[in-house]
């Protein structure tokens, strides 16, 4: 089955700074990679998505890069907030029935 | 609208002791996940279920877990005979329309085992 790794486990970069979240993937039939950012105490929520007839997306301040050849993709998020302190997961699927394969959750911390 | 609700909100039970989470999705969403998310870790799917087909219970880590879905409704998630390595939230996930839709989780279930 698909295995995702994400890197790196805990990120602190300073207010303003951009961070950067990667994670690779197994299984060359996934074609959906959701990230999600997950706030303490709450579900985790899809803040971008990407599949694999692209190569990047941006939405405002966070974007996302895939390179299928080395399957691998990555989350960007620029001019960092306090609000983005959260913990993220980035996941693959092959669509369809499939669950969503998670990494193990990057903890992003926004320092002042 | 309402977005996924689970109940309860925190549970803690006596190793041995059966429990049951429940899960009510957004209205009209055919497709219902299950998730564990041990401390420190990602989400680790358990069972699927879509519409009125079989349901997809590939992630289910023993047969002490089951899970049961009415309709496109509300589904149970049921832990017989807990251990304490069941410790973990579980989170529930609904999704509407196509395969690539986002799912939609709710706040998830803390369960302790003690």
């Known amino acids: 089955g698909e295995n995702v790794e994400q890197h790196p486990s805990t990120l602190s970069v300073q207010e303003g700074d951009s961070a950067v979240i990667k994670c690779t993937y197994s299984?060359?039939?996934?074609?959906?990679f959701p990230w999600y950012k997950q706030e303490l105490g709450k579900g985790p929520q899809l803040i971008i998505d990407i599949r694999s007839n692209v190569g990047e997306k941006k939405d405002q301040r966070i974007a996302v890069t895939l390179n299928k050849t080395a399957k691998h993709f990555s989350l960007h998020i620029t001019e960092t907030q306090p609000e983005d302190s959260a913990v993220y997961f980035c996941?693959?699927?092959?669509?369809?029935?499939?669950?969503?394969?998670f990494g193990k959750g990057t903890h992003l911390i926004i320092q002042p | 609208g309402a977005g996924v609700s689970q109940s309860p909100s925190n549970k803690v039970t006596e190793k041995g002791k059966d429990v049951e989470l429940r899960c009510d999705p957004i209205s009209g969403h055919t497709a219902l996940y299950w998730y564990r998310q041990r401390l420190g870790q990602g989400l680790e799917f358990l069972i699927y279920?879509?519409?009125?087909?079989?349901?997809?219970k590939s992630g289910l880590p023993s047969d002490r877990f089951s899970a049961e879905r009415t309709g496109e409704s509300v589904s149970t998630l049921t832990i017989q005979r807990t251990q304490q390595e069941d410790s973990a939230v579980y989170l529930c996930?609904?999704?509407?329309?196509?395969?690539?839709?986002?799912?939609?989780f709710g706040p998830g279930t803390r369960l302790t085992v003690l």
């Open positions: 996941a693959a699927s092959t669509g369809g029935a499939d669950g969503l394969t």
């Open positions: 299984d060359s039939a996934s074609n959906y």
């Open positions: 996930a609904s999704r509407g329309g196509g395969s690539y839709n986002e799912q939609f």
């Open positions: 279920f879509q519409g009125n087909s079989a349901p997809d």
